[in-house]
């Protein structure tokens, strides 16, 4: 979604959403000491994001042992709500008790606003199956000039990447993609460079010593079939062609694991 000059996925919102709500519900039980709850629930959720950082990352342990500097690479969304949620819990209560700002009150704000954070994925989750919508009807071409109906890969899951060669997220993220491609023999992953030319994606592949299948060339038919605010654009289909996620950015190759696991769930319902 963007934002101004800036983009946010929707999970990213929602925990906004439910930060602003656990702050309002504060404010609104504990007017009298304002200001040292705001503190306790600042640092609480400061102290909870780094743990659901570090919950994932154990989760994730073989992929950050064999490239340890993505570990610091939040801009992935990588975070364990089990580990984040428990942490915050138990920081705000021993705060407020050692601060004297009536922690049952505190702890309650926050539960408030991961309530209101759970009923947003809820409804999100809800909507999705129903209102969601499916592989573009379009016809890209590959780098031969051969066109290709988009539609033609539905009876697998989809993985839709937007990209340009000169976009350093998308450079970045490529390796993991193609990796990922060479591995999962049951997802097509489908490559659609945008406004781009057949030379430029060529020289691009060679240099970086990609091999990558479902190469293809789009005039921005798929951004604006999508709304996709920028690059790179991840786009998850199910087999029947129904979009289940999307990712604004670049992707880390732990991400994009969670991302198959879950279209693969879906593949087999």
Known sequence: MPIGPFLISLPRLYLIAAVMIAFGASALMLREARAKSSAVLWTSIIIGVLAARIGYVLTHLQHYAENPVEIIGLWDGGLSPVFGISATLLVAGWLSARRDVRPTRVVASLLIGVG??????????????EQSPILADVTLQALDGTPTELRSFVGKPVVLNLWATWCPPCRREMPAL????????????????????????????????????????DRGALATEYGAPGLPTTLFFDRNGRLQRVHIGELSAPRLADYLSAIDVSEHD
């Not at 209101?116 to 199956?129: K, Y």
């Not at 997802?187 to 945008?194: E, S, T």
């Open 116 to 129: 209101a954070w759970g009923l947003l994925h809820v409804i999100d989750e809800s909507m999705r199956d």
């Open 178 to 217: 193609s990796s990922a491609q060479a591995a999962h023999g049951n997802v097509h992953f489908v490559f659609a460079n945008q406004n781009e030319t057949a030379d430029d994606v060529r020289k691009f592949t060679l240099a970086q010593r990609l091999e990558l299948d479902n190469l293809l060339l």
